[in-house]
């Protein structure tokens, strides 16, 4: 199915809009606490670990191959800090799960004027869903991650793949970031994990053009702050306008 990725750029936008209003503001504090937290702890891993990782990747370089330090080296970087800011973004989405299915709710409601199907439960059990539903996303993560860890170490021993190397990381974080954000609005209205990765994938050029503005929203700073609220408000309006039948 075609679909446009202008649009699926522009509910990520229109998730910043989104979050400054009466009635969903209230549910947007705690996730951006978490947030602020977990990245301002991911900035200060990212530069003090940031010398380490260019010193270690830089000597397999081939000599032959030296005349290429300067492009290797902001691509490397470029590399690093996503990972980074791609795993510390993970973590602080396992953390503030709980918060983030009340938050879709709230931008459902002012959208449509009525709750989603499953609007709360009592927070334990929001807990405890949302941490074992978190690990069974990690779960799908890690089994992708697999093959692109492998070719990530064959790149380092043949430098000239390391563009196209890169570019399936960034695909495969704007798409896991996708079915994170989406699985919120969706799994209030009783979608299962498997359900949901089907549904995202008939539109996949739609959410991954989701997925790609969140990650490079995490490598801004500050604005990474707000990634997490903005993403799933984001989605909600995307499930709602896209996907909901």
């Known amino acids: 199915m075609i679909s446009n990725p202008l649009a699926g750029a522009s509910y990520f936008l229109n998730g910043l809009k989104l979050i400054s209003t009466k009635g969903i503001r209230a549910y947007v ?49 470029l590399t690093f800090f996503g990972l980074v800011f791609f795993t510390f973004t993970i973590v602080a989405n396992i953390i503030a799960a709980p918060f983030s299915g009340p938050l879709a709710n709230a931008v459902e409601k002012h959208l449509t004027g009525s ?28 089994f992708l991650m697999m093959p692109l860890a492998f070719l990530s ?10 563009p196209a190397v890169a570019l399936l990381w960034f695909i495969y974080a704007a798409w896991v970031l996708t079915i994170e954000y989406a699985d919120f609005p969706m799994g209030n ?47 909600t309006k995307m499930y709602l306008n896209e996907f909901k039948s």
Request: proline share 7%; net charge negative; charged share 15%.
């Open 189 to 235: 209205h009783g979608m299962a994990f498997r359900h949901i990765r089907e549904k995202l994938a008939e539109k996949r050029i739609l959410s991954l053009a989701f997925g790609s503005m969140a990650m490079l929203a995490t490598l801004i700073p500050l604005i990474n702050f707000l990634v997490m609220p903005v993403a799933v408000a984001g989605a």
């Open 115 to 142: 709750d989603s199907p499953e609007p709360g439960k009592p927070f334990m059990q929001e807990m405890k869903d949302s941490v074992v539903n978190e690990l069974i996303k990690l779960k799908h993560s890690l």
């Open 153 to 162: 170490l064959i790149s380092f021993a043949f430098p000239l793949i390391s």
């Open 29 to 77: 504090l705690m996730p951006l606490l978490i947030n602020i937290f977990v990245f301002a702890l991911g900035l200060w891993f990212a530069i003090d670990q940031f010398g380490i990782f260019i010193d270690w990747a830089l000597a397999d370089l081939p000599s032959w191959l030296s005349w290429l330090e300067w492009f290797m080296w902001p691509l490397f970087a």
